[in-house]
């Protein structure tokens, strides 16, 4: 977790060096929740990358291991149970909004095989790939989850979830982050109380600082501002990567 009041300060700080310009906790609020999901979403884009490299390098190996812990903040334990938390919808179940990737779903302790729209109606009308109890399968359509294990299936692709024990493990999407303060007289004073910190591992606070520096540089019109802050970041990419 990377404290709000900490990266306020710091972006404030660089922000009215030589007079540059001054962010609003409302500012600064929109700009930390953007660059806190720009953070997040890479770490998929990253991940897939490193496990893309030949061989057994230590380096991207190492890269790997703490892309993974990062994304293990956000990871729910697998066994929330699909037909206790989420809406009943026809035969299937609306994933709430703050699910971000599926993990995993398991009906009755059988892993389920996750397939495309079509493929899903492809496999489960075939005598040959049909699905069963010990080979279930399911997909989401739009925010609907569809499990079918081959039983009491009612010839749209639809099953009877009653009684049957369908759990989930998946990646939740970050909470908003939030600056909250009092107003005295010009400036304001971190208020706890309403706040919220980020998300994100301990180590991405520098990360944040820039990319919350580069939407501001947009947002108060100084150039000078996301150049430095975007050389900053660029900089942090490249040693990653090495």
């Avoid at 699905?131 to 039983?151: K, Q, S």
């Avoid at 009092?182 to 919220?196: A, C, D, H, M």
Wanted: glycine share 6%; aromatic share 12%; proline share 4%.
């Amino acid at each position: 977790m990377v404290s709000i009041d900490t990266v306020y300060q710091k972006v404030q700080a660089i922000a009215n060096k030589e007079q540059r310009g001054y962010i609003t906790p409302l500012e600064f609020n929109l700009f930390a929740n953007q660059a806190q999901l720009d953070i997040f979403e890479q770490y998929f884009y990253d991940l897939n990358q490193f496990r893309r490299v030949n061989g057994n390098d230590t380096v991207y190996g190492d890269m790997v291991d703490f892309l993974e812990e990062k994304i293990d903040i956000f990871r729910a334990a697998i066994g929330q149970s699909i037909t206790s938390n989420f809406t009943v919808v026809g035969n299937g179940y609306r994933l709430p909004s703050y699910i971000y990737r599926i993990d995993q779903v398991r009906i009755n302790d059988k892993q389920c095989q996750r397939l495309t729209g079509k493929k899903y109606n492809l496999v489960r009308t075939s005598p040959l790939t049909k699905p069963t109890p010990a080979r279930p399968i399911f997909t989401i359509r739009e925010d609907v989850i569809l499990v079918n294990d081959g039983v009491s299936d009612d010839g749209n692709g639809y099953v009877d979830f009653e009684e049957k024990s369908i759990n989930i493990s998946y990646i939740k999407k970050p909470t908003s982050p939030k600056w909250n303060g009092f107003n005295v007289g010009t400036s304001f004073l971190y208020n706890e109380t309403g706040s919220n910190n980020f998300d994100l591992h301990g180590s991405e606070e520098n990360k944040l600082v820039i990319k919350i520096l580069q939407l501001a540089g947009v947002s108060i019109k100084d150039p000078n501002l996301y150049q430095i802050a975007s050389a900053e970041d660029t900089k942090n990419i490249q040693q990653e990567k090495q």
